[in-house]
């Protein structure tokens, strides 16, 4: 069974969207969580990065994290054709050492 | 400030043959880690460096690889001989901060064609 699983996708939505995003995972070592974005052809780009339970925001983006459920997921409001791309979930060790998601590739559509 | 980089952006070569990854982290950076992300899969570890020792090397698949940091600079990976299944992308990453803390920078990444 791999540690961290993610919602495979892939997903397809109407400009204005919300779109959720969600992994889990098995591992309770991982300590810091993160959502990266990767546009073709590039590297991964972070996006959120949280280390406790609960919900953080930045513009449109929310990522919620649920250690007790080793639940993690990331909110886009008002999604837009920019946004399209491959969302992967990571998480970290205190060692450092990342764990990635497969990626959900996502399209928003105009 | 530059972001890391990393050379060459694409290299096929034949099964059998050598190949040098090279990454430069960005300056200052102490930490550094190497990716691969093979085709269908995830994303995965392979090693990461402190400086220019390996504070990690538990996903190093086997000894054709061989990864080094001399002078805690830039870092090569070399595999030798290639192998059909070592095609994929590779990633480097550095940061500032050894622990989970510190956010990881990636460079664009070097896709490895094996024919």
């Known amino acids: 069974q791999k540690e961290v699983e993610q919602d495979p996708g892939p997903l397809s939505v109407p400009e204005g969207a919300i779109v959720s995003l969600n992994c889990t995972y098995s591992?309770?070592?991982?300590?810091?969580f993160m959502w990266y974005r990767q546009y073709s052809r590039k590297g991964p780009e972070l996006l959120m990065y949280?280390?406790?339970?609960g919900n953080k925001e930045d513009g449109r983006f929310t990522a919620q994290v649920d250690k007790s459920s080793k639940y993690i997921s990331l909110f886009i409001r008002d999604s837009q054709p920019s946004d399209s791309a491959t969302y992967l979930c990571a998480m970290i060790t205190n060692a450092g050492k990342s764990t990635f998601g497969d990626g959900t590739t996502l399209t928003v559509k105009p | 400030e530059a972001g890391v980089t990393q050379f060459p952006s694409h290299s096929v070569i034949e099964k059998g043959q050598t190949v040098t990854l090279r990454c430069d982290p960005i300056?200052?950076?102490?930490?550094l880690y190497w990716y691969r992300r093979v085709m269908g899969k995830e994303i995965k570890f392979l090693l990461h460096f402190v400086k220019e020792s390996k504070q990690d090397e538990s996903g190093m698949p086997n000894n054709r690889f061989l990864a080094e940091r001399t002078g805690g600079t830039y870092s090569t990976l070399k595999v030798q001989p290639a192998e059909l299944e070592d095609s994929g992308v590779y990633f480097c990453?550095?940061?500032?901060?050894?622990?989970?803390?510190?956010?990881?920078?990636f460079g664009p990444g070097t896709r490895l064609t094996v024919l």
């Open positions: 300056s200052g950076h102490d930490n």
């Open positions: 591992n309770s070592a991982f300590q810091y």
């Open positions: 990453a550095s940061s500032q901060v050894t622990s989970g803390r510190g956010e990881q920078f």
């Open positions: 949280t280390y406790s339970s």
